[in-house]
T-cell receptor, first 111, second 114 residues
Framework: DAKTTQPTSMDCAEGRAANLPCNHS???????VYWYRQIHSQGPQYIIH???NNETNEMASLIITEDRKSSTLILPHATLRDTAVYYC????????????FGTGTSLTVIP | EAGVTQSPTHLIKTRGQQATLRCSPI?????VYWYQQALGLGLQFLLW???????NRGNFPPRFSGRQFPNYSSELNVNALELEDSALYLC?????????????FGPGTRLTVL
C-alpha cells in the first residue's frame, strides 16, 4: 500500500521552479524516498531518491525534512516536457522489493 | 545500452482467452517486476522475479502468473481474460535483491480485452 500523500495536480509556469511536495509521515528509518515520473502512457522514469540528506542530480533536487516526514522534489527550470504525473514512493532500500505507487501529482507546465 | 524492452506493444484478446506478455531486462539486471496500470488508475504491483524465482506477488488472482528464464527475461501470463484486465502492463528491471537500486521501466504492453 502507498505510504505517501501528494496533491492531485499542480501548475507551473515554464522556466520557473516546480516544487512538488510529498508527505510520508509513517516513514521508517530504513525507508528511502524515491521519485518517478510518467509522461502520458509511457513507462515511469526514475528521477531521484534519498534517505535523509538532500540530493541533487541533473534532473532535479530532493529536499527531505529533518524529521523525514515530508519531502519536496524541485525541478529548477520547468519546461513543457516536464508535464507528467510525478510519483513519490517510500521503499525499504536493501531488499530490491517492489514499489507501491500512489496516485501521484499531475504537473502541468504552462507556456 | 539497451533499455527494458516489452512485446508486443499492443495485444487484443477476447474474454476467456489467454494472454502472454514478454519482457527483456537491461543487461546485467536479474530482477524483473510486473505492474498493471488500468485506465485512470495508478500502477499496481503484480509480480517480482529475481534469479528465476518468484519473490513476491501483489493482490491479484492466481490467473495472473509468470516466470523468469535463465537469461532473466520474463513472461507474464493472464488466463481466463476478463474485461477489467484491459490495461497497460509495465515491466521494470533492476539489479538483484539486497542492493539499493532503482527500477527501469519498459514502454509497456497495452492489453485490450473485448
Amino acid at each position: 500500500d502507498a505510504k505517501t500523500t501528494q496533491p492531485t495536480s499542480m501548475d507551473c509556469a515554464e522556466g520557473r521552479a516546480a516544487n512538488l511536495p510529498c508527505n510520508h509521515s509513517t516513514i521508517s528509518g530504513n525507508e528511502y524516498v524515491y521519485w518517478y515520473r510518467q509522461i502520458h502512457s509511457q513507462g515511469p522514469q526514475y528521477i531521484i531518491h534519498g534517505l535523509k540528506n538532500n540530493e541533487t542530480n541533473e534532473m532535479a533536487s530532493l529536499i527531505i525534512t529533518e524529521d523525514r516526514k515530508s519531502s519536496t522534489l524541485i525541478l529548477p527550470h520547468a519546461t513543457l516536457r516536464d508535464t507528467a504525473v510525478y510519483y513519490c514512493i517510500v521503499r525499504e532500500g536493501y531488499t530490491g522489493n517492489q514499489f507501491y505507487f500512489g496516485t501521484g501529482t499531475s504537473l502541468t507546465v504552462i507556456p | 545500452e539497451a533499455g527494458v524492452t516489452q512485446s508486443p506493444t499492443h495485444l487484443i484478446k477476447t474474454r476467456g482467452q489467454q494472454a502472454t506478455l514478454r519482457c527483456s531486462p537491461i543487461s546485467g539486471h536479474t530482477s524483473v517486476y510486473w505492474y498493471q496500470q488500468a485506465l485512470g488508475l495508478g500502477l499496481q504491483f503484480l509480480l517480482w522475479y529475481d534469479e528465476g524465482e518468484e519473490r513476491n506477488r501483489g493482490n491479484f488472482p492466481p490467473r495472473f502468473s509468470g516466470r523468469q528464464f535463465p537469461n532473466y527475461s520474463s513472461e507474464l501470463n493472464v488466463n481466463a481474460l476478463e474485461l477489467e484486465d484491459s490495461a497497460l502492463y509495465l515491466c521494470a528491471s533492476s539489479l538483484g535483491q539486497g542492493r539499493l537500486n532503482e527500477q527501469f521501466f519498459g514502454p509497456g504492453t497495452r492489453l485490450t480485452v473485448l
